[in-house]
């Protein structure tokens, strides 16, 4: 579940083709990821990630984001929630640096 999302012009990197960058904060229950075999802990994420959006679709390019736990919790609640956006405000600019010096992605305006 999205609690949080904002998108912030950028051109596009030397190895993504993107128009925006969005930041999103979401709640996720945890489990196994199938991929790697490790646990996932339940809680609040922040995501950076490059996007192409247009007048009728939203595309993107797998593996090309980031994401870091914010807050790991017991269950989904108000006073989580709040602690995650709190935490979001220390740590998007971080995110999206790295996202950008990664794939060489500029942004059209300062956040």
Excluded: W
Aim: hydrophobic share 35%.
């Amino acid at each position: 579940m999205t609690v949080f999302s904002k998108r912030i012009p950028c051109n596009d990197g030397r190895d993504v083709s993107c128009n925006v960058l969005e930041v999103r904060v979401f709640y996720d229950l945890g489990g196994i990821n199938y991929a790697t075999y490790e646990p996932k802990p339940r809680g609040y994420y922040l995501s950076v990630t490059p996007l192409v959006v247009d007048k009728f679709s939203v595309s993107f390019q797998g593996f090309t984001g980031l994401h870091m736990l914010l807050n790991k919790v017991n269950r989904q609640s108000k006073k989580g929630e709040a602690e995650a956006l709190r935490l979001m405000e220390q740590n998007e600019q971080m995110l999206i640096d790295e996202v950008c010096k990664r794939h060489g992605i500029t942004l059209k305006e300062a956040v």
